[in-house]
């Protein structure tokens, strides 16, 4: 009944729903999470009544360059680009685009990290109304060839180093034009210089459905005027197409409309009032990724923020990065954090221009969080770190922790035009409060729906709902994620979170970080297994492995206690720097391949020999 209000209507309810919640009026309250909203007491009727403007990701952008045009908008290896410059590249490249055959509605695949090439293209699609197919540079060629023909995708930009990668399936893939860029396109006389000498492995050879960026980008200067995109519905126009995983697993393409990607910019903006223009942000999260792109671009563009690109962050001399871009906001994955606090050549570093700092893609334990903060502290910042929770398919962003909304390991509240609730894995009921059980998620961020997967679509969307596939609770209107519904661990039926018994091994002194993944078990079904990165100057021996065990053992349920503890040089990360719980799985199941292929053999040998003894 809720859902047919009408948009202002469905505002005034949520402005009555946090008085509500703040005690200022009394009403009827139904018990469940998705029509109380608990979470909205945090929220002013000003945020809540606030409306994303309907218009293009690229006018999102340029409404307010005119109040600073010489601002710095893109920096890249010290080369500045301000707005004015920007937009004008933008423009620029959408001419080209147009003489060159993209049409409204093209989908185009961008294959790049963190360079001015890749925004401006990016910008410069939207523009025209075509479509920006996100793909990570270190894609296999197969991997790729099933992206671009899935989504007919016949004009490709791309870094060199993958160039080969697209010249191979050209013909295949039925892709008419290939664009390359070098990351020395946009570097100044003497990186470039450097570049050419020390780091540029060899020049790619180039056939005629190929060219350089720089002569695309002269093809467009003879087109006079270049058209916007004034299709009549741009809010729910398909702009972007995030490359997922799902809540299964297997590749997908998530479509993204103009109005969910302003929309995820537009909501922080309402919970967030600590960006000024001329502000810096290190923007290490790559393009290809929903938090890169948008948290890590479309926002600080939005708000007159220079945006540093980073296309490889080189941790071990990140001190000397800090240094000199004195960022006042940086973005990243937790190992960003934990690769700074481990450097010890930022001992003397001076952190105070840093006054935000977020931590997502992947869950921060609470020892770890406490560490960052005191980092930030003893080295004159007044930044605490904030987190969120986010997925492609909600363009990166659905929670949010910051201010008085920060309790620690949770992941925050939900975006203020964005509703939650926790449902049973079996039953799909809705749970109360405390209660483990599937996120949900419904707003203005939510995807159209997979590329050409209707079923997937179906399955994922139900009732306006997303399903996420990830496990979680709530308490205080604030959320706390437990585990993704695939990394749970089930021990004789109780249900056990990787999550939680990685908190308590890294509470140990000796650990730097921990994974916690299920082994098969034959009567059990799971038992927990830890795989352990020590921190420099301990030595991995049974002592350790010893008070680990005992520290399971008082802190946790019998059930829950890893049967093993595995010391390991490193834990293996996915393409965006997350331990990957998924390749640890699959490296066991090698290993248990190898052990079973072994005895296989052993047994087929002692086969043999009896069969020898019989013969004889």
Not at 243 to 259: E, V
Not at 379 to 401: D, I, M, P, R, W
Request: aromatic share 10%; net charge positive.
């Amino acid at each position: 009944m809720i859902r047919n209000l009408t948009i202002n209507e469905w505002k005034l309810r949520k402005v009555y729903l946090s008085k509500i919640a703040k005690g200022e009026i009394y009403g009827p309250m139904v018990g469940k999470l998705s029509v109380d909203m608990p979470w909205l007491k945090y929220y002013s009727e000003k945020q809540i009544m606030a409306e994303t403007p309907e218009m293009t990701i690229y006018e999102y952008i340029k409404k307010d360059v005119d109040n600073y045009p010489d601002i710095t908008a893109l920096e890249y290896f010290g080369k500045k680009i301000t707005f004015q410059q920007l937009i004008e590249k933008i423009d620029d490249c959408a001419k080209s685009m147009i003489k060159n055959g993209i049409k409204s509605e093209s989908i185009v695949t961008i294959c790049m990290g963190n360079t001015p090439e890749a925004v401006i293209a990016f910008y410069a699609l939207n523009k025209i109304g075509a479509v920006a197919h996100m793909i990570h540079p270190f894609s296999a060629e197969d991997e790729i060839k099933s992206f671009v023909i899935e989504t007919n995708s016949q004009y490709i930009f791309t870094i060199d180093s993958s160039y080969n990668k697209f010249k191979n399936i050209q013909n295949e893939a039925n892709i008419k034009e290939i664009v390359v860029i070098s990351p020395k396109d946009s570097m100044p006389l003497l990186k470039k210089m450097a570049y050419t000498l020390f780091l540029e492995k060899s020049k790619v050879s180039l056939n005629d459905k190929s060219k350089t960026w720089n002569n695309f980008v002269q093809q467009g200067k003879d087109v006079s005027f270049v058209e916007d995109d004034k299709g009549t519905n741009k809010k729910d126009k398909v702009a972007v197409i995030l490359r997922t995983g799902g809540t299964t697993g297997t590749p997908k393409g998530a479509m993204i409309t103009n109005h969910n990607f302003n929309s995820m910019v537009d909501q922080f903006k309402q919970s967030e009032d600590n960006f000024s223009v001329g502000d810096k942000m290190l923007t290490i999260m790559p393009v290809f990724h929903g938090f890169g792109l948008c948290s890590s671009i479309h926002l600080p563009l939005s708000l007159g923020v220079t945006s540093v690109l980073i296309p490889k962050v080189d941790i071990k001399n990140f001190h000397k990065l800090f240094k000199k871009v004195k960022p006042n906001h940086l973005l990243g994955v937790p190992t960003l954090f934990q690769g700074i606090i481990n450097n010890k050549k930022m001992k003397n570093i001076d952190m105070s221009c840093l006054k935000y700092a977020v931590s997502g893609g992947d869950m921060l334990k609470d020892q770890f969080e406490e560490k960052v903060n005191s980092f930030f502290a003893t080295h004159n910042s007044k930044a605490k770190l904030c987190k969120g929770y986010g997925l492609a398919e909600a363009v990166a962003g659905v929670t949010f922790a910051s201010k008085d909304y920060n309790a620690q390991s949770s992941i925050g509240i939900p975006m203020v035009n964005t509703n939650i609730k926790i449902v049973s894995i079996d039953t799909k009921e809705e749970l109360t409060e405390g209660e483990v059980g599937e996120i949900c998620v419904s707003g203005e961020t939510v995807m159209k729906g997979y590329y050409n997967k209707p079923e997937e679509t179906d399955r994922t969307i139900r009732e306006n709902w997303l399903h996420t596939g990830d496990l979680g609770y709530y308490k205080d209107g604030q959320f706390y994620f437990s585990s993704r519904k695939g990394d749970m661990i089930v021990v004789s039926g109780i249900n056990v979170y990787p999550i939680e018994i990685e908190k308590i091994i890294e509470s140990h002194p000796a650990v730097s970080i921990c994974a916690v993944i299920g082994v098969s078990h034959p009567y059990k079904m799971e038992i927990p297994k830890a795989y352990i990165v020590l921190k420099e100057g301990f030595v991995a021996n049974d002592e350790i492995k010893q008070e680990l065990k005992r520290l399971c053992e008082k802190k946790l349920n019998k059930y829950a206690i890893p049967y093993d503890f595995e010391i390991l040089k490193e834990l293996p990360q996915s393409l965006l720097g997350k331990v990957s719980h998924n390749r640890l799985k699959e490296e066991l199941g090698r290993i248990n391949n190898r052990e079973k292929l072994s005895q296989d053999v052993t047994d087929e040998k002692s086969q043999s020999k009896v069969k020898m003894k019989f013969l004889a």
